[in-house]
């Protein structure tokens, strides 16, 4: 079956430096993308969305990167912080059909060092 | 900041027994999500509902799993018959609407423990 998934589930890296976190889509018709954070015991935290009419979208000191041609998605995180630290999911929708259903990745767990 | 809210935070619950997890959506959404995610596995879609009655469901939701809005603040999903494979952490989650651009807010999770 289609699924989404990221290509590492840990990545570190030291503080004040520049985050990727991957995630690659299998479903050609999923039109809009989410990304969620979830720190140890709580509940998955909405960081930055985006549609599949859009290549590319800025948030505060995050930025997604949505390339459909090879069916994948990026968070970028600038100036990562200890705060940072939690795991980070993808999720895709398929809104057509009338269906708001999200499908979420695994995940990749985040560890900044001071 | 208004927040979706889930009590009790851990159940511990017997084989067998049923269990109601309690949810408080943000006040203004008008749609309602469960979602599970059995340890180091992926958060999963369970049911969402919206004007009272449910809109979508996955496989997982099957006849021992129901959803219900007693009043107009709570959202409560039961396990009738509760097995070892339903020990999970519960997720429930509400969105103003269900257009692309508005994304679910998530609750903390109660965590269900079947013993």
């Known amino acids: 079956g289609e699924s989404v998934g990221l290509h590492l589930p840990t990545l570190s890296v030291q503080e004040g430096d520049n985050s990727i976190i991957n995630c690659a889509y299998s479903?050609?018709?999923?039109?809009?993308f989410i990304w969620y954070k979830q720190e140890s015991g709580k509940g998955p935290q909405f960081i930055i969305d985006i549609r599949s009419n859009m290549d590319k979208r800025q948030g505060q000191r995050v930025t997604v990167l949505l390339n459909k041609t090879v069916k994948h998605l990026s968070l970028q995180i600038a100036a990562t912080q200890p705060g940072d630290s939690a795991v980070y999911f993808c999720a895709e929708n398929m809104s057509t059909g009338g269906s708001y259903i999200p499908t979420f990745g695994r995940g990749t767990s985040l560890i900044v060092h001071p | 900041e208004p927040e979706v809210t889930q009590t009790p935070s851990h159940q511990v619950t017997q084989m067998g027994q049923e269990v109601i997890l309690r949810c408080v959506p943000i006040?203004?959404?008008?749609?309602f999500y469960w979602y599970r995610q059995i340890l180091g596995q992926k958060v999963e879609f369970l049911v969402s509902f919206y004007n009272n009655e449910i809109s979508e469901k996955s496989e997982i939701f099957d006849d021992q799993f129901s959803v219900e809005r007693p009043d107009g603040s709570n959202f409560t999903l039961k396990i009738r018959s509760t097995k070892l494979e339903d020990s999970a952490m519960y997720f429930c989650?509400?969105?103003?609407?269900?257009?692309?651009?508005?994304?679910?807010?998530f609750g903390d999770g109660t965590r269900l423990s079947i013993l």
């Open positions: 479903n050609s018709a999923s039109d809009y």
């Open positions: 989650a509400s969105s103003e609407a269900r257009t692309q651009n508005q994304p679910q807010h």
């Open positions: 006040s203004n959404h008008l749609y």
